[in-house]
């Protein structure tokens, strides 16, 4: 490698030595969309020209097409490769130090969770009958918080119905080919704790399921997280609550245990994040209107004192 070498190649020949084969494919295929952005930005910067300037330049075109936080991802997402360049001595000095990022005004968010008389709406509403459907899948995301694919990858070996947990130890390839996959991370290995109504119904749902075949991939058939999205459309239209995605299931849930007074290690666990930083980053403006909260709570208690 020499710094008259193209930005762009260097950075796809970085992705190839250090990033494929270890880490996941959905997390390679980030890298690989921003070699795209490299193709389309900057195809002719080569190394030794990669100053300061030249690096806020493409961080200020990408932020033309992306929110703040995409930018912020594209950052950091090739830094690592600028900061071995500079470790090779193909750039002098690290580009990348004190970079402004920027984004497109953010377009307005639709809701990411329901409150829960919106979600006892939702539920209430959904077809649970004997035959397994996704209105089962729906309940379980919204009972236990787990993530698309781990809901997908469930057997009924999985439930221990007489502890009233239900085990985490696989996700399916919905991406994919299908087939299992190992989990995002060692914490999202994790038991999950049942309250008994759900116990009881999905023991009922499974006695006769073949006990080590996906509940809801039928004839491994390939699934597609739009198609129950579309599902969970309908339903919160039925209900006439906001409508939300299969992962605004997993915020619901969050946010239903934060407003519960449940702990953020307790929360962090149940939902498999690798550390409570991810649940307070995730959930901070909870966080914070439940701090404000106990805020009032102690100036009245103090209040009373005297």
């Known amino acids: 490698m020499n710094n008259n070498q193209l930005f762009v190649e260097y950075y796809k020949e970085w ?5 494929e084969g270890a880490i996941r494919p959905i997390t390679l295929s980030k890298y690989k969309m921003a070699i795209s952005w490299l193709e389309k930005l900057v ?3 080569k190394l030794c020209n990669l100053d ?18 995409t ?20 750039i002098p000095k690290d580009p990348t130090r004190k970079a402004i990022i ?35 899948f729906i309940l379980l995301v919204a009972k236990t918080g787990m993530r698309f694919s781990e809901a997908l990858a469930l057997t009924p070996n999985d439930f221990d119905f007489s502890k009233q947990i239900v085990s985490i130890t696989k996700t399916w390839d919905y991406k994919g080919e299908g087939g299992f996959l190992p989990t995002k991370n060692k914490s999202s290995v994790r038991k999950v704790q049942l309250d008994w109504k759900t116990v009881m119904q999905f023991s009922q749902l499974l006695k006769d399921l073949p006990c080590e075949e996906p509940i809801f991939v039928k004839d491994k058939n390939k699934i597609y997280n739009s ?37 953020i290690a307790s929360v962090a666990r149940r939902l498999g994040h690798a550390s409570m930083t991810t649940t307070q980053k995730t959930y901070l403006h909870i966080i914070q209107e439940l701090e404000n909260q106990d805020v009032d709570i102690v100036m009245r208690s103090l209040a009373n004192l005297s």
């Not at 690592?80 to 193909?90: F, K, P, R, Y």
């Not at 459309?233 to 609550?241: M, Q, Y």
């Open 227 to 263: 198609t129950v999205n579309d599902v969970l459309f309908r339903l919160c239209k039925k209900a006439e609550v906001p409508t939300i995605s299969i992962h605004g299931l997993r915020h619901t849930h969050a946010s239903l245990l934060l407003y519960a007074g449940v702990s």
């Open 43 to 45: 195809p002719d910067l």
């Open 15 to 19: 992705v190839s030595i250090y990033k």
């Open 71 to 90: 930018t912020m991802d594209f950052h950091h997402q090739i830094k690592g490769s600028i900061l071995d360049a500079v470790d090779e001595g193909l």
């Open 102 to 136: 920027k984004g497109k005004t953010p377009s307005e968010k639709k809701p990411k969770y329901l409150n829960q008389f919106e979600l006892h709406n939702l539920l209430t509403s959904l077809d649970l009958n004997d035959d397994v459907n996704w209105d089962w």
């Open 52 to 69: 300061r300037v030249a690096y806020q330049k493409l961080i200020n075109d990408y932020a033309k097409y992306h929110e703040r936080q």
